[in-house]
């Protein structure tokens, strides 16, 4: 099929999603058109299935804004046109989903059917998209798909919740490609490179915004590192990574902790941890602990929102309310107390992580593809 993929490029979650579906796809013999304002960081051109077409913004000086919704429809409206894609595959329902709209309309003036695919990852729905600038037209095209999934069975009650949908909701979780996991497929894993021999490693990785509760892991580690020797490997940027600097310096421990910035290595970041830290306020899903799990990293984190959907309590890792700082560094604790218990806790979550797999995941939204495509 001839699918667009719209998302935002950059290393949040729903751009990852959409990238590693984008080449899968491709892989899968589909030809793929990402239609976005920067190359995705995750895509590589392995496939000749794949192509970039840039949204360019117009500035001019009256706008205090740039009317970036009209600049991605004009373009969604000329790449569908001209590759004659059947579907536009829309990621973050703010504002990729109102102009998904907006293009179908201005294509169905030209008699061209195109079909949009929703899809739901969580901030656009709990912190932004129900905030009453933009509920309204949030609900008005979440309603107005052809089809809308959600990433997690919570997603999906909380925009129920929060919204007057009369649209049905699929719920098609994130999935992750095991393979780019395997510590093989990365050699050997230079844990040396970071901490001596008898150090445990734990580590986050986000894009440090106040929903992350970044200075809650520097707390936890604080707590940990008393009793087990441990370094912190802290991954990724954002509006608190100054904050977490600042708290590790005054809590002591700066030296063990090393911030890292954006990687596109993560999976091998991963294959040093031993225990990954996510105390989050909420997730949709949290595919940075499926991640952690595919590396066969036991997960700490929060219970919010589709994070038991992901993480099981005691097998996989441990849930905790939000903000208990004292349990989430007891349940650290508790997995890394022996060798042995951490092999299990790993081991489990790497097997645990395989329900998740591309191979399994991949055929739901192609068929969701191809039902609407008997519909044209
Ligand atoms: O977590 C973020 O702030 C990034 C955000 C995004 O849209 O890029 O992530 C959301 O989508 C991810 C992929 O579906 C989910 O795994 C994350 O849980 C979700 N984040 C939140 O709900 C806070």
Known sequence: MRIGIVCYPTFGGSGVVATELGMALADNGHEVHFITYNQPVRLDFISHNLHFHEVIMEEYPLFQYQPYELALSTRMVEVVEKHQLEILHVHYAIPHAYAAYMAKQMLKEKGIDIKVVTTLHGTDITLVG????YKTAVAFSINHSDVVTAVSKS???DTLRLFHITNEIKVVHNFIDIDKYLKESHGECQRIALAEPEERILTHVSNFRPVKRTQDVIKIFERVQKTVPSKL???GDGPEKRNAELLAKKLGIYDKVIFLGNSNEVAK????????????ETESFGLAALEAMAAETPVISTNSGGLPEVNVHGVTGFLSPIGDIEDMANNTLTILKNDETLERFKSN???HAKKFSLKNILPIYEEIYESLRVKV
């Open 269 to 280: 970041i991963l294959c040093y941890t031993d225990v990954f830290i996510l105390p989050s």
């Open 233 to 235: 490997l802290m991954v």
């Open 349 to 351: 979550a790497k097997n």
């Open 130 to 133: 129900s905030h009453p600038s």
């Open 155 to 157: 997603l999906k009650e």
